[in-house]
Antibody
Framework: QVQLVESGGGVVQPGRSLRLSCAASGFTFSNYGMHWVRQAPGKGLEWVVI????????YYADSVKGRFTISRDNSKNTLYLQMNSLRAEDTAVYYC???????????????WGQGTLVTVSS | DIQMTQSPSSLSASLGDRVTITCRAS??????LAWFQQKPGKAPESLIY???SLQTGVPSKFSGSGSGTDFILTISNLQPEDFATYYC?????????FGGGTKVEIK
């Protein structure tokens, strides 16, 4: 069955960096686009970024553009999110989610990981 | 950006009830609409895609309808495991956007 396991969360000071990972199994990772979605404490869901099956296409939310970078290693079945210049408002649980297709257009989420908490605080 | 508006933001219902949640998009999104369920402290789970298609393994008590700008999620025969927060989300265009959520509570 599909499994997505995030890691790398923790407490980090404002302005510092953190890298999240999402280990995928149970499907052919290299065939599907992948997303990061976040949820601030007590708030709703916010889509962050998508990467296509081969890493050639990426779209970012304006709130993270220029600070966050998504990447993937299809040989390791792993998705990454490099987060730089972190701000207090980036505090959230970060979920990776599998896309329904390999491309970035008209793709919905079908499976979600359990999430990893990132806390940005001095 | 496409704004997604859910109503109500919360509702109280009894076991066995049928409830409906509405979701409105600020512009037409065809049927590129998904619904998710989230229980406290847990990750969201995908329920419906393409406005009315059930994800694998989702019981038929959940149903979705709508197209364009107006969508509905219906939950029949409410059971204890259905009390949760429900979100709609459009995937017609980037940035992908979610509704604010509807919390379904026990009356």
């Amino acid at each position: 069955q599909v499994q997505l396991v995030e890691s790398g969360g923790g407490v980090v000071q404002p302005g510092r960096s953190l890298r999240l990972s999402c280990a995928a199994s149970g499907f052919t990772f290299s065939n599907y686009g992948m997303h990061w979605v976040r949820q601030a404490p007590g708030k709703g869901l916010e889509w962050v970024v998508i990467i296509s099956y081969d890493g050639s296409n990426k779209y970012y939310a304006d709130s993270v553009k220029g600070r966050f970078t998504i990447s993937r290693d299809n040989s390791k079945n792993t998705l990454y999110l490099q987060m730089n210049s972190l701000r207090a408002e980036d505090t959230a649980v970060y979920y990776c989610a599998k896309g329904s297709s390999g491309i970035v257009g008209a793709t919905y989420f079908d499976y979600w990981g359990q999430g990893t908490l990132v806390t940005v605080s001095s | 950006d496409i704004q997604m508006t859910q109503s109500p933001s919360s509702l109280s219902a009894s076991l066995g009830d049928r409830v409906t949640i509405t979701c409105r998009a600020s512009q037409g999104i065809s049927n590129y609409l998904a619904w998710f369920q989230q229980k406290p402290g847990k990750a969201p789970e995908s329920l419906i895609y393409a406005a009315s298609s059930l994800q694998t393994g989702v019981p038929s008590k959940f149903s979705g309808s709508g197209s364009g700008t107006d969508f509905i999620l219906t939950i029949s025969n409410l059971q204890p495991e259905d009390f949760a927060t429900y979100y709609c989300q459009q995937y017609n265009s980037y940035p992908l956007t979610f509704g604010g959520g509807t919390k379904v509570e026990i009356k």
